[in-house]
């Protein structure tokens, strides 16, 4: 049995498990399959390098590579195990190339998912630029690991070579463990301060959180891997940590948008089930039913004088619909559709231009919130 073996299985099959619910879950969520975004295809490819991933890493696992271990004379080497060893050259250099595209596309489909989840708050900002810093550094390290390195490039795969960046592989190592714990950290700063905004009940807050902070545990994996490749390099530690870090990062990816499906399953209500959602040009606006009814409520109070008392009933009906319409025409039940864990952000920037026109009714405020614009917010 392989080294790698049967953790590697199993947390395969349960990133399996996870992306398969998360693609229902947006099914249930956008309407119709073609209906799905970009990320969730790019969650489709990341799982595909990932198989090419743990396939190829157990070979690496069974074979050696041009990384001569010190105190070896080359020159013994028969004929038989220098081919062994540029096979296994070759393997490694699949393996890389595999991690690298593996994180860097789950990377993507969280700044994807944060982009959606952002888009009228000020964190939005911060994600353009890490998608900016995400993607650039992404194409600086493969140039310099492609290109620049070890050259030529057959070298990464010569027995002996004839330098130690193409066996080692020492600089492209750093490169990467700046790059993708530094991109790591961003990324995970960015849903945190969004946690504590969540008109959600504690228990969903620790819930979220945890979901969230298994991105912590990738940061790990990641130091990790770097370590036993710089500490063992003849050893197997540094596999197993590879392919920890994909599956954390696959996991960390998927969980947040697996809650309808589950949902749908398990007759669960919504995590923000005392608000419903009023659509706008920007997504869907939860707002409390109790909120509503206050409103509701305070439109009595508002009904003109001149208006006939057989009408008033009408006039009254009228506006409460509207109150929990928000205008347009269309009343939504609590239990209509399945919401995302990420669904009750609320904004803080009520004085941005683009979030100005969603409260044009002043039946959605009570005499007591008249003066300010309410929060909204953003569906993943």
């Known amino acids: 049995m392989s080294v790698l073996q049967p953790e590697a299985g199993i947390f395969y099959g349960v990133c399996w498990v996870i992306v398969c619910i998360r693609l229902i879950s947006r099914r249930l969520h956008r309407g119709a399959w073609k209906l799905l975004q970009l990320d969730d295809y790019l969650i489709l490819l990341a799982m595909a390098t990932d198989t090419v991933l743990i396939s190829v890493m157990h070979a690496v696992s069974k074979n050696s590579s041009n990384l001569i271990p010190p105190g070896d004379d080359v020159s013994q080497y028969s004929e038989a195990e220098i081919q062994t060893r540029t096979f296994g050259s070759k393997l490694v250099l699949v393996v890389e190339q595999m991690q690298l595209v593996t994180i860097w596309l789950v990377k993507a489909c969280l700044l994807i998912m944060y982009n959606r989840m952002t888009f009228v708050l000020p964190q939005h900002k911060i994600v353009i630029g890490t998608a900016i810093y995400v993607a650039v550094g992404f194409v600086v390290m493969e140039i310099l690991y492609l290109a620049v390195w070890c050259r030529p490039f057959s070298q990464y795969w010569a027995v002996p070579p004839n330098s130690k960046q193409c066996s ?213």
């Open 168 to 380: 080692a592989a020492t600089n492209h190592l750093i490169t990467n463990a700046v790059l993708n714990i530094s991109s790591d950290l961003i990324i995970l700063s960015i849903p945190i301060p969004l946690v504590f905004k969540v008109r959600l009940p504690k228990k969903n807050k620790v819930i979220l959180s945890i979901i969230f902070l298994i991105g912590a545990f990738t940061i790990v994996a990641a130091v990790l891997n770097k370590y036993y490749s710089f500490t063992h390099p003849f050893g197997t530690e540094w596999t197993i940590w590879y392919l920890r870090e994909s599956y954390t990062a696959i996991l960390c990816a998927n969980l947040p948008l697996t809650y309808p499906l589950i949902q749908r399953v398990f007759g669960l209500r919504n995590w923000s089930s005392h608000n419903y959602s009023v659509h706008s040009p920007y997504g869907s606006i939860p707002r409390s039913h109790s909120f509503s009814h206050a409103a509701a409520h305070s439109s009595e109070r508002r009904i003109p004088p001149h208006i006939p008392r057989g009408f008033r009933e009408i006039f009254r009906r009228t506006e409460s619909n509207e109150d929990l319409n928000g205008g347009l025409g269309r009343q939504k039940d609590d239990n209509d559709d399945p919401q995302f864990i990420t669904a009750a952000i609320e904004m803080d920037d009520t004085k941005s231009g683009r979030g100005s026109n969603l409260d044009r009714s002043p039946s959605w405020r009570t005499t007591e919130e008249s003066t300010r614009a309410p929060d909204a917010c953003y569906v993943v």
